[in-house]
């Protein structure tokens, strides 16, 4: 990757920007106060981790923070919340925690304050990512200043995608993981079948998420006329390492392979020509599974469409800090691109460049 | 909807933007020279029609517009084609037409020159779209500031995104219509399994298009044990019209109520609040029968997402100049976007205020 500030090669140091990742057990925090053009990541310094549980509020949880850092005074922050974001009201249904954003702002004299949802987070993150830190999934080119899409199969289906034309960007939350689930193989057709027996709708979350692997064991199970316990996917993945169960290590197996089919259309409905990036609790843990799987087949397996796939490069993101990575990001190009206007991106690097 | 300009009301003048609708067929030109806030539209001028196959290139059919509007200096632009924009090449294969946009920048002295393709031009558009013209197929309540679908069968399959949020904005191209198609209901299935005997891939282009609706004809036929001929969607239509054809009227029902669930899943996908917009050739000529049909049931039938579809307004779009108003948008909120930075959008009215 190239730099393309002014002081290429250097660190730029900004006005602090508080960052947080809230989720159901854990309120971490940190500052940014510099981004290193050379090394195309930002500064993460002051992290704290606080049991969500201990805080009756967030903004109690955000007066514990700023007390450690009590000498640094802070006018902008972008908080990451595992969960949606809608409008100015924000609730964290697992902690009991609401807030309203204009009040937050008021309370802590935040001059600019944003709200965005963990995946919302890793798309801001994505150009920032370090290639050492994970891994390749799929070879491609990724087009400079182009859209990048993100995913992740963990407790729900997540997904966004960071557009990048005409000089413009922004990210697109959305509800990806709730479209209909298309069946491509044979196979896919006969777990589909079972699937519909017990769902009235079948999404692409109903199997691609913790639950979902415990719904596709049964179905697994099924289709081979096998009996099976009701287990998680916890035990599942347990059974298929031990190679003590066909049906467990099948049922991953073909996890890995039509979600490539999922991951390509994904790539397809967001254009992401500039590549995409694989996050969420379940693949990092089995990731050789996935490399040995037939994603890479699956994901390129679009007609017409199958040289645009082929050009895609997919990246399992194992690196850690993703939510302050996009949450400085967020605030980070909000900035940039006001003095980067007219030029093809307000990020400091595309990805791939 | 209300209007949030500095001068709420009046038309703000500004320096002309050329812009053009350039097809296989017309080459179309116009000029925009301001944009009034109480009506929320763009004055459109100077409209001129050439037949595109008049002109050996691009360059040329902008010479013989410029020659007719001899008078105004123009130094910003935005073409609208009808195929895919990659990079600052620009290839119309119907055409053979091929130009470079820094090129064509230098060539005609334009500070600022875009190229989008035509669905890109559609999303621009979509907040400017003038409800009387237009025709509500769902009603909903559209988020402001919110993101919108925009998708429509014609040719082929197009779809595009205008993504709003942290007060950004940008529009998403991509390849939404070559997905894999999910079948949900029983009827679907059985189409979907004689779509695959011919094709390797069944996309939603396959189906939702013009030579998809002769495809699906066949499928409907076969599916209900008929002999049918090899005929085109403008005979099915004529067929389907007169009740001369119990398939082609079923297959005309059928492509209608399918494409409810493929357009709730481009709802989803992405995060679509602000509305979804529907073009295209095809639906306006058949908007009864849309308009009859299980759309809306299917558009809404997606599991524990059926509250976030049921509040998504739907609309059929059969206003003219559609491209000139997306080529003048994406110039225009280019411009404010700098000015506005900070506020929830550029836009100078969101579609829902």
Redesign the interface.
């Known amino acids: 990757m190239s730099s393309s500030g002014p002081q290429a090669g250097s660190k730029v140091a900004f006005a602090p920007i508080l960052v947080a990742d809230i989720g159901g057990t854990n309120a971490r925090f940190a500052l940014i106060t510099d981004y290193c053009s050379s090394s195309n990541a930002f500064a993460i310094d002051h992290q704290h981790t606080f049991p969500s549980c201990e805080f009756k509020s967030f903004e109690d949880a955000v007066d514990a923070y700023l007390s450690q850092v009590n000498a640094i005074s802070i006018t902008r922050a972008c908080l990451a919340v595992a969960g949606p974001v809608k ?1 100015e009201e924000v609730t964290l249904t697992n902690l009991g925690w609401q807030f309203n954003v204009n009040q937050l702002k008021a309370r802590f004299g935040f001059a ?1 304050l ?1 709200v ?1 949802n963990d995946f ?1 987070a890793f798309a801001y993150a994505a150009p920032y990512l370090n290639e050492r830190d994970n891994i390749c999934v799929k070879q491609g080119i990724a ?1 400079a200043h182009a ?1 990048i899409a993100v995913f992740g199969p963990g407790t729900g289906f997540g ?1 966004a ?1 960071l ?14 993981g ?7 193989t044979e196979l896919d057709r006969q777990l589909h079948n079972v699937l519909r027996e017990d ?3 079948v ?1 692409v979350e ?1 199997v691609f998420a913790g639950p979902g692997i415990a719904r596709l064991y049964r179905a697994m199970a099924k289709v081979h006329g096998k009996q099976v316990e009701d287990i998680d996917a916890a035990q599942i993945a347990a059974l298929a390492e031990n190679k003590q169960c066909m049906i467990a290590d099948r049922t991953l197996n073909h996890f890995c392979d039509w979600l490539g ?1 999922v991951a ?2 994904i790539a ?4 992401a020509l500039g590549g995409v990036f694989i996050g969420g609790g379940i693949l990092p843990r089995m990731q050789q599974r996935l490399l040995n799987s037939r994603f890479n087949e699956r994901f390129i ?5 199958s040289q ?1 796939n082929s050009q895609i490069p997919v990246t399992l993101v194992c690196q850690e800090h993703i939510p302050f990575i996009g949450a400085a990001a ?1 605030i980070h190009q ?1 900035y940039q ?2 003095s980067q ?2 030029s093809p991106t307000g990020s400091p690097t595309g990805q791939g460049d």
């Open positions: 409008g600019n944003q965005i919302a087009q859209n997904a995608c557009v990048r034309s005409q000089g413009q960007q922004a990210v697109m939350s959305c509800e990806a709730h479209i209909s689930l298309a069946p491509v769902l009235q709708h999404s109903n089919s390509g259309d397809l409905s967001f254009g397996a679009k007609g017409v469409m645009y967020c909000g691109s006001v206007m007219g």
